[in-house]
C-alpha cells in the first residue's frame, strides 16, 4: 500500500524543506497554496501577500473551511492509486477531518520552529519575503482564520526545525522510515 503523508506548520517552520525530502524519496507533491494561486489567476486577481490572503479567507467563508482539500480529493486519489503522496500546507482542521476520512491511513507531519528562527528565515527569503510585522499579522491570521493550530496540535509526528538542516534531515529520515515500516 502507499503513504500518504500531509505537511503542517506556520510560515518559515520548514515545510517545503521536508516536501522536497519526500520529493527526492519518490513521493508525489500536492501543493494546497497552488489551488489558491489557480484560482486568483482564472479570476484575474494579482497575487499579493494581501490579496491572496483575502481571497483565501473569502473562499473559506464561502465554501467552508475544508474548501481546499475539497478542491484537490480527485487530484490527490489519482496520484494516490499508484504513489507516495506528500500534502504540501494542510492549513485547517476541517480539511483534515475531510482528507483522514477518505485517507484513513493519512500520516500528519507537524514542523514546528521557535518564532524569531522561523521570522528571520522569512525575512531572508529570496521569494516571498515578509517584514516581523507581516509575519506575526500573518501567524495570527491563520491561527484565527484558518483553524491551523488543530492540525499542529494533532499530528501523529513532530520535527523540531531549530537547530539547521543536517539535524533536519536526521529528523526526516527518522520519520519516513518509521511511516514506510508502518510504525507510529
Keep these: 500500500m502507499n503513504n500518504i503523508i500531509a505537511i503542517v506548520g506556520m510560515a518559515g517552520s520548514g ?24 484560482k486568483m489567476h482564472e479570476n484575474n486577481i494579482e ?4 490579496s491572496q490572503k483575502e481571497f483565501r479567507e473569502n473562499l473559506r467563508k464561502k465554501y467552508g473551511m475544508g474548501v481546499v482539500a475539497m478542491l484537490l480529493l480527485d487530484k490527490i486519489a489519482e496520484l494516490y492509486k499508484n504513489n507516495n503522496v506528500v500534502l504540501d500546507g494542510l492549513y485547517s482542521w476541517d480539511e483534515y477531518k475531510i482528507l483522514k476520512d477518505k485517507f484513513p491511513q493519512l500520516k500528519l507531519i507537524s514542523i514546528i520552529a521557535d518564532k524569531d528562527i522561523r521570522y528571520k528565515r522569512i525575512a531572508s527569503r529570496k521569494d516571498r519575503p515578509f517584514s ?10 491563520e491561527i484565527e482564520n484558518s483553524a491551523k493550530g488543530g492540525p499542529i496540535a494533532y499530528a501523529d509526528f513532530y520535527i523540531l526545525n531549530n ?17 514506510e515500516k508502518g510504525s507510529d
Excluded: H, W
Design 15 to 38: 515545510k517545503s524543506l521536508a516536501c522536497n525530502f519526500f520529493e527526492e524519496k519518490g513521493y508525489k507533491n500536492v501543493y494546497f497554496g497552488g489551488v489558491i494561486y489557480d
Design 47 to 50: 497575487i499579493t501577500p494581501d
Design 132 to 141: 516581523t510585522d507581516d509575519i506575526i499579522k500573518r501567524d495570527i491570521s
Design 163 to 179: 537547530k539547521g538542516l543536517d539535524e533536519y534531515k536526521i529528523q526526516l529520515i527518522d520519520v519516513i522510515t518509521k511511516i
